[in-house]
C-alpha cells in the first residue's frame, strides 16, 4: 500500500515537472498580408525563445492567390517552416462566395489542427477566414489567444470580430477603450492583456531609416520627392458593395485631377474587390503616368512608404493605425473606420458622394504634418505578449467563463453566499488615527475598530496587524467572508506594488513602506493600497453619489485637501501617481506656505489646518470672538472657531472665509477645464460650508460650457474606508476596476 502511494507521488512529480518543462506550442494562422504584419513581430519573438515555445505556422486565405501577390513567399523569405498551406478561397465577386470560403476552410482544418496539436492558436482581427480558424480550434477544444479583440470599425468587420472574442480565451488588445469593450462584452479581465498593436514593435523601431528615399524612388520613380505623393488604399465595404465601388471610382477621379504622383494597392479579397479593380482598370490607372498601382509591398517598406508620403487616402485601418504614428495626413473615406479610435491626423469623409468633396479634402490634407500619436501601441507589445503566453497555465479549465454584470439577487444561491456575507477588510490610516472595518458588498460597515496611530514604522506595523487579524476572527463570527484587504492612507501611493512612496507630515515614518507584502502574508489575503483623496472618489463610484457617472471629481476638504478624479469610469493615477493632488493646484504665485514645502496651494488657503492658523492669528491679535458667540478659555481654537465667528458678523472671520472659499472655487475651476468633468463631489468637515461659495464660483468664473457643471456635498460618512473597501469588492468580485 506505501509503496503504491509512493510510486503516484513519483508519478504526479513528473508529471509536473514535464509539465513546467515542456514548451508551449504556439501556432500562428496567417491569412493575409494585412494580418502577418501584426502576427509576424510575434513569430519573431516566439522564434527567438527556443528553449520556452515551439512554433508552428498555418498560411491560407489571400496569400495562396496570386492575383493577390502570393504573399505567402514573404513568410518564406522570412524564414518561417510553414506547416501547412490551405488554399480556403472560393472565387467568386459576390458574399456567398466568402461563406463558401468559410465552410471551406472549416473542411480543412480539423486535419490540420489535429496534426499539429497546439497548445494554443493565434488569431488576428476581423477577417472571415479567421472566424474559421477560431470556430474549428473552439470546437476542437484548442485555447485560442485574440489578437486587436474590442475595436469597433463599423461594417461587418465588428460582427465577425465580437464573434471570435466571444470564441477566444486569451485577448491581447490594442487601446484601453478596446479593453474596455471586451470587459463590457463579459469577458473575463484576468485574460485580457493590454499589450499595444504589435506591428508597432516594428514600426517604431524602423521607421527612421537612411534609405528610405531609396524605397520611395523603387516604388514610385526617380523624379518622386519626399511628402510630395499619395499612397491609396481602398478596400470593399461588403454590407453595401455598390455604393463602395462608386467612392472608389470618386477616389480614383479626384486623384487623376489632383495630379500627384499616387501608389495604389490592390484591394484586398473580400467581396467587390473584382469590381473595384475592374474601375481601376476601366479609367486607366495602370497605364497613368502618375500612378504605380501594386498587389502588395512588404510591410518594412510599406513604413517608409507611409511615413514620408504627402498623403494617404481611402478606408484602410492602416490609415487609422500605423499612419497616425507618424503624423501622415490619411483622408478616411466612407463608414469603414468610422468607429476606430483615430489621432488628429485622420480627416473623415463618411459621406464621401461628390469627386470635388474628395477632391477638396485632398486639398485640405496634402502636405501637412501632424504630431506622431501611440493610440495603438507604444512598441512593446511583443514582450508583453510572450510574458502573457508563457504565464498561461495549461492545467487551467478550457472552458470559457464570462463575468455577467449582476442583473438582480438570484433566488438560487450557493452554500458559501447563504452562510456568510462578503466583505472586506478596510483599513484607513490617517494621521491621527488608525481604523480598521469590515465592510460587506452593499457598503455597510458591519465592524469598526479604532486606534491611536503610532508615532513610529514598527509599532504602527504591529497595530495594523493585530487589529486585522482581530477583525478577520470577528468576521467568522458575524458571517462575514473577507475577500481581501483594502487600505487607505495618506500620502502618495503606488497602487501597482502596493507601496507608499512619500507620507505627509502627519504620519511619520512613512515613506517608501512595503504595505501589501506583510499584511498579505501575514493574512493569506489580497492586499491593495491607494491614497486616502483616490479612496474617497472610489467611494462615490461604488456607494454615493459617482454611482454610474463616467466623469467626476471627488475633492476632501478636511484637515488637508485632497481628492481623486474618475475618467471613463477609470480611477486617475497618473505616470508617476501624483495625479489627483487637488490640494497642491496652486491658486496664487505667493500666498502662505504650504505643507508640501511650496506657496500658493489650494491647502495652504482653504484646508482645516489652513482655517486654524488664522483662527489662531486673529485669536491672539484678540479680532477673533464676537458677541454671541460661545468660546471657552481653555478650549482649543479651531476652524469651527472661524466659522461660528463669520456666522455672528466677524469681517475679519468673514475675510479669511471668502479667501479660502475663493481659492478653493479657482482651483476646482482649473479641474474643470483640464478634465472637464460632469460633477463635483465635495466631501469632509467643511463640504457643507464650501459648496454653496464654489457653486457661486463656478458660476462666475468658469467658462460658459463649465458653468452648468454642481457641486454636490457627499452623504457618505466614511468615504476613506468605503473607498478602501471598494478595491477589494470591485477587483475580487471581477467587475471592472
Same mark, same amino acid.
Given at each position: 500500500?506505501?509503496r ?5 507521488e513519483?508519478e504526479?512529480?513528473?508529471e ?10 504556439v ?5 493575409n ?8 513581430p510575434?513569430? /519573431?519573438g ?10 508552428e ?5 489571400s496569400h495562396?492567390?496570386? &492575383?493577390y501577390g ?8 522570412? &524564414? /518561417?517552416d510553414i506547416?501547412?498551406k490551405?488554399?480556403t +478561397?472560393?472565387?467568386?465577386e459576390?458574399?456567398a462566395a466568402?461563406?463558401e470560403?468559410?465552410g471551406?476552410?472549416?473542411v480543412k482544418?480539423p486535419d490540420?489542427?489535429?496534426r499539429?496539436?497546439?497548445?494554443i @492558436?493565434v488569431?488576428h482581427?476581423d477577417?472571415?477566414d479567421?472566424?474559421?480558424l ?11 489567444? =485574440? ?11 465588428d460582427s ?10 486569451y ?6 477603450m478596446a479593453? !474596455?469593450?471586451?470587459?463590457?462584452m463579459?469577458?473575463d479581465?484576468?485574460r ?5 498593436c ?11 531609416? &537612411?534609405d528610405?528615399m531609396d524605397i ?8 518622386v520627392k519626399d511628402?510630395?505623393y499619395i499612397v491609396?488604399?481602398q =478596400?470593399p465595404v461588403?454590407?453595401d458593395? !455598390? =455604393? ?5 471610382? @470618386?477616389?480614383l477621379d ?10 495604389i %494597392?490592390?484591394p484586398?479579397?473580400d467581396?467587390?474587390?473584382?469590381e473595384?479593380?475592374r474601375?481601376?482598370?476601366?479609367k486607366g490607372i495602370?497605364q497613368?503616368p502618375n500612378?504605380r498601382?501594386v ?5 518594412e517598406q /510599406?513604413?517608409?512608404?507611409?511615413c514620408?508620403a ?13 499612419a497616425?504614428?507618424f503624423g501622415?495626413p490619411?483622408i478616411?473615406?466612407g463608414?469603414r ?5 483615430t ?10 458622394d461628390t469627386?470635388?468633396?474628395?477632391y477638396h479634402?485632398?486639398?485640405?490634407q496634402f502636405?501637412?504634418?501632424y504630431p506622431?500619436?501611440?493610440?495603438y501601441?507604444?512598441?512593446n ?7 502573457? @503566453?508563457?504565464n498561461?497555465n495549461?492545467?487551467?479549465?478550457l472552458?470559457k ?7 438582480k439577487d438570484?433566488i438560487?444561491?450557493?452554500i458559501?453566499h447563504?452562510?456568510e456575507t462578503?466583505?472586506a477588510?478596510?483599513?484607513?490610516l ?10 460587506c ?8 475598530y479604532?486606534?491611536?496611530n503610532?508615532?513610529?514604522f514598527?509599532?504602527?506595523m504591529?497595530?495594523?496587524? $493585530?487589529?486585522?487579524?482581530d477583525?478577520?476572527?470577528?468576521a467568522?463570527?458575524l458571517n462575514?467572508r473577507?475577500?481581501?484587504v ?5 500620502g502618495?501611493?503606488n ?6 512612496l512619500?507620507?505627509? $507630515?502627519? +504620519? ?6 512595503d504595505l501589501?507584502?506583510?499584511i498579505s502574508?501575514?493574512l493569506?489575503l ?5 491614497n486616502d483623496g483616490?479612496?474617497?472618489a472610489?467611494a462615490?463610484?461604488?456607494f454615493?453619489?459617482?454611482k454610474?457617472?463616467e ?11 485632497g481628492?481623486g478624479i474618475?475618467?471613463?469610469?477609470? %480611477?486617475i =493615477?497618473?505616470s508617476?501617481?501624483?495625479?489627483a493632488?487637488?490640494g497642491?493646484? $496652486?491658486?496664487s504665485l505667493e500666498g502662505p506656505?504650504?505643507?508640501c514645502?511650496?506657496?500658493?496651494c +489650494?491647502?495652504a488657503?482653504?484646508?482645516g489646518?489652513a482655517? !486654524?492658523r488664522?483662527a489662531k ?5 484678540? %479680532?477673533l470672538k464676537v458677541?454671541?458667540?460661545d468660546?471657552?478659555l481653555?478650549e482649543?481654537i479651531?476652524?469651527?472657531h472661524?466659522?461660528s465667528?463669520a456666522?455672528?458678523?466677524n469681517? $475679519?472671520?468673514?475675510?479669511?472665509l ?5 481659492a478653493l472655487g479657482v ?6 477645464h483640464?478634465v ?6 465635495l466631501?469632509?468637515v %467643511?463640504?457643507?460650508?464650501?459648496q454653496?461659495?464654489?457653486q ?5 468664473r ?7 457643471i ?15 473597501a ?7 468580485t471581477?467587475?471592472?476596476y
Amino acid at each position: 500500500m506505501q509503496r503504491t502511494k509512493e510510486k503516484i507521488e513519483r508519478e504526479k512529480t513528473d508529471e509536473n515537472m514535464y509539465q513546467s518543462n515542456r514548451k508551449l506550442k504556439v501556432c500562428v494562422a496567417t491569412c493575409n498580408r494585412a494580418d502577418y504584419s501584426k502576427l509576424a513581430p510575434i513569430m /519573431f519573438g516566439l522564434k527567438s525563445h527556443p528553449d520556452e515555445f515551439e512554433l508552428e505556422v498555418v498560411v491560407l486565405g489571400s496569400h495562396l492567390i496570386d &492575383d493577390y501577390g502570393n504573399t505567402f513567399r514573404m513568410i518564406e523569405q522570412d &524564414d /518561417f517552416d510553414i506547416g501547412s498551406k490551405l488554399h480556403t +478561397i472560393v472565387r467568386g465577386e459576390d458574399e456567398a462566395a466568402m461563406v463558401e470560403s468559410v465552410g471551406l476552410a472549416l473542411v480543412k482544418l480539423p486535419d490540420v489542427l489535429q496534426r499539429l496539436r497546439p497548445d494554443i @492558436l493565434v488569431v488576428h482581427g476581423d477577417r472571415f477566414d479567421a472566424l474559421a480558424l477560431a470556430t474549428a480550434a473552439a470546437l476542437m477544444n484548442i485555447r485560442i489567444l =485574440h489578437l486587436e479583440g474590442g475595436e469597433v470599425s463599423g461594417t461587418i468587420d465588428d460582427s465577425i470580430r465580437h464573434a471570435i472574442s466571444k470564441l477566444a480565451h486569451y485577448h491581447a488588445c490594442c487601446t484601453r477603450m478596446a479593453e !474596455q469593450h471586451l470587459i463590457a462584452m463579459c469577458e473575463d479581465h484576468s485574460r485580457i492583456l493590454l499589450a499595444g498593436c504589435p506591428s508597432y514593435d516594428k514600426l517604431l523601431s524602423t521607421y527612421h531609416r &537612411d534609405d528610405y528615399m531609396d524605397i520611395i524612388k523603387s516604388w514610385l520613380g526617380d523624379k518622386v520627392k519626399d511628402h510630395d505623393y499619395i499612397v491609396a488604399l481602398q =478596400h470593399p465595404v461588403t454590407t453595401d458593395i !455598390q =455604393h463602395s465601388i462608386k467612392i472608389y471610382g @470618386l477616389m480614383l477621379d479626384a486623384l487623376i485631377s489632383f495630379n500627384k504622383r499616387t501608389l495604389i %494597392l490592390f484591394p484586398n479579397i473580400d467581396a467587390g474587390s473584382k469590381e473595384m479593380v475592374r474601375v481601376m482598370r476601366k479609367k486607366g490607372i495602370e497605364q497613368h503616368p502618375n500612378f504605380r498601382a501594386v498587389k502588395h509591398i512588404p510591410f518594412e517598406q /510599406f513604413i517608409q512608404l507611409v511615413c514620408h508620403a504627402g498623403c494617404m487616402i481611402g478606408n484602410s485601418s492602416c490609415g487609422v493605425r500605423e499612419a497616425g504614428a507618424f503624423g501622415t495626413p490619411v483622408i478616411n473615406l466612407g463608414t469603414r473606420q468610422t468607429g476606430r479610435e483615430t489621432g488628429e491626423n485622420v480627416l473623415h469623409v463618411r459621406d464621401a458622394d461628390t469627386h470635388n468633396k474628395i477632391y477638396h479634402a485632398l486639398e485640405l490634407q496634402f502636405g501637412k504634418r501632424y504630431p506622431g500619436s501611440k493610440i495603438y501601441g507604444d512598441g512593446n507589445a511583443v514582450p508583453r505578449i510572450l510574458k502573457f @503566453l508563457s504565464n498561461i497555465n495549461l492545467k487551467d479549465p478550457l472552458q470559457k467563463t464570462f463575468c455577467f454584470p449582476p442583473v438582480k439577487d438570484t433566488i438560487s444561491q450557493d452554500i458559501d453566499h447563504i452562510l456568510e456575507t462578503q466583505s472586506a477588510l478596510a483599513v484607513d490610516l490617517g494621521g491621527t488615527n488608525l481604523r480598521v472595518a469590515i465592510i460587506c458588498k452593499q457598503g455597510s460597515i458591519v465592524r469598526k475598530y479604532t486606534e491611536a496611530n503610532p508615532k513610529t514604522f514598527e509599532d504602527r506595523m504591529r497595530l495594523i496587524l $493585530k487589529m486585522c487579524k482581530d477583525a478577520v476572527r470577528d468576521a467568522v463570527h458575524l458571517n462575514c467572508r473577507i475577500l481581501g484587504v483594502g487600505i487607505s492612507t495618506g500620502g502618495r501611493v503606488n497602487p501597482q506594488e502596493g507601496i507608499v512612496l512619500h507620507s505627509t $507630515k502627519l +504620519i511619520q515614518e512613512w515613506s517608501s513602506v512595503d504595505l501589501r507584502t506583510p499584511i498579505s502574508d501575514a493574512l493569506g489575503l489580497p492586499v491593495w493600497v491607494d491614497n486616502d483623496g483616490n479612496c474617497a472618489a472610489l467611494a462615490e463610484r461604488k456607494f454615493g453619489h459617482g454611482k454610474g457617472v463616467e466623469n467626476f471629481a471627488t475633492v476632501i476638504t478636511g484637515t488637508g485637501i485632497g481628492g481623486g478624479i474618475i475618467h471613463n469610469y477609470e %480611477l486617475i =493615477h497618473g505616470s508617476t501617481f501624483c495625479a489627483a493632488e487637488l490640494g497642491h493646484i $496652486k491658486v496664487s504665485l505667493e500666498g502662505p506656505e504650504c505643507s508640501c514645502g511650496s506657496q500658493g496651494c +489650494i491647502e495652504a488657503f482653504a484646508s482645516g489646518m489652513a482655517l !486654524q492658523r488664522e483662527a489662531k492669528r486673529l485669536h491672539d491679535e484678540d %479680532l477673533l470672538k464676537v458677541d454671541g458667540m460661545d468660546m471657552k478659555l481653555a478650549e482649543p481654537i479651531t476652524a469651527g472657531h472661524l466659522i461660528s465667528a463669520a456666522k455672528n458678523g466677524n469681517s $475679519k472671520a468673514n475675510a479669511v472665509l471668502h479667501k479660502a472659499s475663493m481659492a478653493l472655487g479657482v482651483g476646482i475651476v482649473n479641474i474643470l477645464h483640464i478634465v472637464n468633468p460632469s460633477l463635483v463631489i465635495l466631501s469632509g468637515v %467643511l463640504a457643507s460650508y464650501y459648496q454653496a461659495p464654489v457653486q457661486h464660483i463656478i458660476t462666475e468664473r468658469a467658462l460658459v460650457s463649465a458653468q452648468g457643471i454642481k457641486v454636490v456635498k457627499s452623504d457618505l460618512e466614511e468615504p476613506a474606508l468605503l473607498g478602501a473597501a471598494s478595491m477589494v469588492l470591485d477587483y475580487a468580485t471581477r467587475r471592472t476596476y
